[in-house]
C-alpha cells in the first residue's frame, strides 16, 4: 500500500504471532475451534482429491490444516501477510506444504484455480475488501465456495454489556501480561470499528451468491457466512 509498509501493516500479527493460538482460546473461551471446525463441514462437501482449497489470512494454519482429513497437502495452499505467524503455523503443522506470503487484494495464484477460499478472523484485516473480495473470486472455479468466520461490532443494548466490558478491559490486560499492549489494542480496535454482518454480505454481492449466514454467539458478534461464486 502506498506509504505504508507491510512491515508496518502485520507488525502487530508479527509481535504476538507465539501466542495468538493462546490468545484466540482466550478470548472465545475455546469455542474457535467449534466455530472453525463448522466452517470445514459446511465447505468441505463435495471435495475430491483434485480440488483445490486456499485458507486467506490463514495465521498459525489451523483452518488450513483440517483440509488434511480430505486432501493431498499440495493442494490445500495457505496465505497470509505475517511470515511470523506462519513461521509459528509450520511448526505446528509440519505437514502442511503450500505457505504465501500475500495479502487478499494481490493473491499470487491464477483464475480459476480453487474449489474453496476460507478466511477465519481476516477480513476486517483487510486494506480494501472490494480489492480482496475480488481477487478472491478470481481465482475461485465456477460455483467454488467462499467461507468466512469474522467478529463483528458489540451491539449497545444493555445486555451485551458483560461483552463490551470484556472487550475493553479483558483483551488489553492480557497485552499487558504479555507486555504486547499495542498489539492486543489493535486486534480489540479492529473488531470494534468493523462492518455489521449485514453490511458485508451486502459487499460480497456483486461478486457472490449468499447460502449460508449464521450468528453464532450473541445474536451477531461472530458470523459465519458461506457464499459462492457468481
Known sequence: MPGVTNKAMHQPFNE??????????FMSLGLHR??????????????????RVLDLATGTGDVASLFLKKLPAHQIFAADPSE??????KKKHPDLTEWHCARAESLPFPEDFFSVVTCTFGVRNFNNRAFAFREI????KKDGKLGILEIHPIPKSIRYLPFRL?????????GLFF????????????????????????????????ERKQ????????TLIIAKKR
Open 84 to 89: 511470523a505467524m506462519m513461521n509459528e503455523g
Open 179 to 210: 507486555k504486547r499492549l499495542s498489539a492486543y489494542e489493535y486486534l480489540r480496535d479492529t473488531a470494534a470499528q468493523f462492518i455489521s454482518p449485514e453490511v458485508m454480505v451486502e459487499e460480497l454481492l456483486p461478486f457472490f451468491h449468499l
Open 34 to 51: 467449534a466455530w472453525k471446525g463448522k466452517l470445514f463441514g459446511w465447505v468441505s462437501q463435495g471435495l475430491n482429491p483434485s480440488s
Open 137 to 140: 473470486a478470481r481465482t475461485l
Open 166 to 174: 470484556f472487550w475493553r478491559f479483558g483483551v488489553p490486560l492480557w
Open 16 to 25: 504476538i504471532a507465539k501466542r495468538y493460538d493462546l490468545l484466540n482460546d
Open 215 to 222: 450468528a453464532l454467539i450473541g445474536g451477531g458478534l461472530v
